[in-house]
T-cell receptor, first 116, second 114 residues
């Protein structure tokens, strides 16, 4: 149980375009989903927290207009990187929590974004 | 500010050579401490959650312990397939907002040679 999927697993796009990444909880209802970014040989940095049906809470320094998060249902959250630039190239990972397992987060496999 | 420090940054072991990884933390109010394993190019895989000092949990060759200042991940007789980055994360109480936010350490890269 507690499986989280992400799509796509990797994406290459041109500078200035937008990219959408999907995060799904496959076998449980995720009341809260999290989006992280991880640069090579660095740890995970939380970008934002989203609760189903409400606006995401962004961490300090993360541009909410650039990284659009939608958590439309208890099993799906999306992250859209708008007007992507090469410095947005990174490994994006989502996690999901049902809350009832004392706050444990289960992570997706990640999405590698490369902006040319 | 919540801080999580993992040591060593990298550790090389021979197969069968037991050792421990350290995670020290400075937080305002610990709700839980989490250990994850991460393979290259993959998302973190959940290992353990510890909630109170003195608590211990085991899974196969891994054992996690917790004190008021740090946590240890003990690896007994490791095998090459245990090679990965091990991440420690703390969850603290927040007034308002999400109480499930995790703050991660930088991880320990473990390599087990056959």
């Amino acid at each position: 149980g507690a499986v989280v999927s992400q799509h796509p697993s990797w994406v290459i796009c041109k500078s200035g375009t937008s990219v959408k990444i999907e995060c799904r909880s496959l076998d449980f209802q995720a009341t809260t989903m999290f989006w992280y970014r991880q640069f090579p040989k660095q740890s995970l940095m939380l970008m934002a927290t989203s609760n189903e049906g409400s606006k995401a809470t962004y961490e300090q320094g993360v541009e909410k207009d650039k990284f659009l998060i939608n958590h439309a249902s208890l099993t799906l959250s999306t992250l859209t990187v708008t007007s992507a630039h090469p410095e947005d190239s990174s490994f994006y990972i989502c996690s999901a929590s049902s809350g009832w397992v004392r706050g444990e987060q289960f992570f997706g496999p990640g999405t590698r974004l490369t902006v040319l | 500010e919540d801080q999580v420090t993992q040591s060593p940054e990298a550790l090389r072991l021979q197969e069968g050579e037991s050792s421990s990884l350290n995670c020290s933390y400075t937080v305002s109010g610990l709700r839980g401490l989490f250990w994850y394993r991460q393979d290259p190019g993959k998302g973190p895989e959940f290992l353990f959650t510890l909630y109170s000092a003195g608590e211990e949990k085991e899974k196969e060759r891994l054992k996690a312990t917790l004190t008021k200042k740090e946590s240890f991940l003990h690896i007994t007789a490791p095998k090459p397939e245990d090679s990965a980055t091990y991440l420690c994360a703390v969850q603290v109480y927040h007034s308002g907002g999400s109480n499930y936010k995790l703050t991660f350490g930088k991880g320990t890269l473990l390599t087990v040679n056959p």
